[in-house]
């Protein structure tokens, strides 16, 4: 059974906060913000007790946030590129799947008419993480707030630079290739540096006897994103995006 409590259910239901806290990671100081970030219009007795507002800042708080992590974690990413990852990471999409993962469908307090669907639409679950970033920031300040987007964000970071969401430039150049040379591209280590814990890679994409300006990765799927990204600019006749020396 679920933990939520529904409208048209009975009083004895226990809405089990201390459960959801324990999910999130994070104990609410003010039990009715965490409360209000879980209610959706159709389970609040009037709109200003739902969760729409705590979305609204939630969402402007997140893009903040990835901005910032996104500004100093990639130095030599152009705007151009920090734009498409922030535009990935921050989708209603990801913010779905966060919640999903985390399942906050079993906390959302809903009207009657949105508890005869078997599954709670994307949309609710992309608006309660956005109301949880605000609901955490009001109740514990920035850093708090911080914490739990950077906790959950970050693999959604790494997933999006190396391609396996978004821009995927292995493909994009594998398609070229394959398309105009009838061949695939192969990546080559050329050098890596830094203590086991935290290695650079250096790759370079290479089509046939050609290969194209090497770019340095902090790991090897993100050096070859980079390096294909590097040769599909030079086919293109434009400046590489990682220049490596």
Request: charged share 25%; with cysteine.
């Amino acid at each position: 059974m679920s933990l939520g409590v529904r409208a048209g259910l009975s009083p004895q239901v226990v809405f089990d906060l201390g459960n959801c806290e324990r999910r999130i990671g994070y104990k609410f100081a003010n039990k009715g913000l965490l409360r209000a970030a879980l209610t959706h219009a159709s389970g609040a007795e009037h709109r200003l007790a739902s969760n729409e507002r705590l979305e609204f800042l939630g969402d402007a708080i997140l893009g903040a946030v990835v901005c910032e992590m996104l500004y100093h974690q990639y130095p030599d990413y152009l705007e151009g590129d920090l734009t498409k990852i922030k535009s990935v990471v921050v989708s209603r999409e990801t913010c779905a799947r966060i919640s999903e993962a985390l399942g906050m469908e079993e906390f959302l307090i809903l009207g009657k008419g949105m508890t005869t669907h078997p599954d709670v639409p994307p949309s609710l679950l992309a608006d309660v993480f956005e109301s949880l970033v605000a609901a955490i920031y009001l109740d514990g300040g920035d850093g708090a707030s911080r914490k739990f987007i950077e906790k959950f964000i970050k693999p959604e970071v790494e997933l999006a630079v190396s391609g396996e969401l978004g821009a995927n430039y292995k493909s994009l150049l594998q398609q070229l290739v394959q398309r105009d040379y009838g061949t695939t591209p192969t990546y080559q280590l050329l050098d890596e540096k830094g203590p086991d814990h935290n290695k650079c890679f250096k790759v370079a994409a290479q089509v046939g006897s050609n290969r194209y300006q090497p770019a340095w990765g902090r790991n090897k799927k993100e050096a070859e994103q980079r390096a294909a990204q590097n040769a599909l600019s030079q086919l293109d006749g434009e400046p590489v995006p990682f220049p490596s020396d």
